[in-house]
């Protein structure tokens, strides 16, 4: 596996992350490799199966490194399971597995657990949104219950108006993550929510957006957009992920970031 060509530790007022497969194998080979050169490594754990799951002896290696490489987390709730599902045994079914994942991974002192709410329903005509709304509230406030920190658990917005999702928020304390990749290939306006939500994004995700598909390097972003995202990042102090999936994405990412940063009269 071939190692970055330099470090941006501490490059940003921002912290910079990406993600926890950047490499083709597990996550601590990735981490290994990825943590002498970024501030913090986004933790893929998409699928709920506890054999998906790190161990808890890769839990201790993982808190290892971040000690020895001031290297910080934040774990990705698996997408497989909704808390908001319509079917009541299969919601809890998710509340326990969002469990699993949060206290095996609360050593680490993750900044933010990043967790998916879809309305798929409501999208599609098939209930109201005040049932949902309704639904979904009643199924954060049992995930909440055993008292996890609210402000650092971050709800993703997906591909429905983020006004359906954010009444949630504001009156359970929750954080936002805001992916742009999400927003611009669902036609919303990226510097109008990051307007809107600012004070409450503790994590934006960034990937390049072209033809409707994102999760790509940010060479093969539209240059205006990259440039309105700088304007965004230059009061922006949470973390910035990097959420793309491979080196070479990666490398193509972080040399467009920086020249764009530098560019547009950042330092630093």
């Keep these: 596996m071939k190692p970055l060509s330099k470090s941006y530790k501490s490059g940003f007022p921002f912290k910079l992350a990406t993600t926890s497969f950047i ?21 893929i754990l998409f699928e709920s199966r506890r054999e998906s799951l790190p161990t808890p002896q890769d839990i201790l290696e993982l808190a290892r490194i971040g000690e020895a490489e001031n290297l910080t987390y934040n774990v990705h709730l698996p997408l497989d399971i909704s808390i908001a599902d319509p079917d009541s045994g299969k919601g809890e ?8 994942v949060m206290d095996l991974t609360n050593s680490l002192n993750p900044s933010t657990w990043t967790l998916h709410l879809p309305c798929d329903e409501v999208a599609n ?42 009444p949630l928020i504001y009156d359970l304390g929750l ?40 999760h790509l390097g940010l060479d093969r972003m ?25 080196y070479d994405d990666l490398t193509a990412s972080l040399d467009v970031l920086e020249k764009m940063w530098h560019n547009s009269g950042n330092s630093g």
């Design 23 to 43: 490499y083709p194998d597990n996550i601590l080979p990735n981490v290994r490799m990825l943590s002498p050169f970024v501030d913090e490594i986004e933790l």
């Design 93 to 100: 079914t998710a509340i326990r597995a969002m469990h699993q």
């Design 125 to 166: 005509g098939q209930e109201s949104l005040e049932k949902w709304q309704g639904r979904a509230k009643e199924r954060l406030e049992k995930f909440l219950s055993p008292g996890y920190p609210e402000a650092r658990i971050s709800i993703e917005n997906l591909s429905q108006p983020f006004e359906w999702t954010a």
């Design 175 to 214: 954080s936002i993550c805001m992916d742009v990749g999400h927003l611009m290939t669902n036609g919303f306006d990226a510097e109008a929510f990051y307007r809107q939500y600012q004070e409450r994004i503790t994590i934006i995700h960034l990937s390049g957006v072209e033809n409707g598909k994102d």
């Design 222 to 246: 539209e240059p205006s957009r990259l440039e309105s995202l700088m304007d965004i990042l230059k009061g922006f102090t949470g973390v910035l992920c990097l959420e793309i999936f491979s």
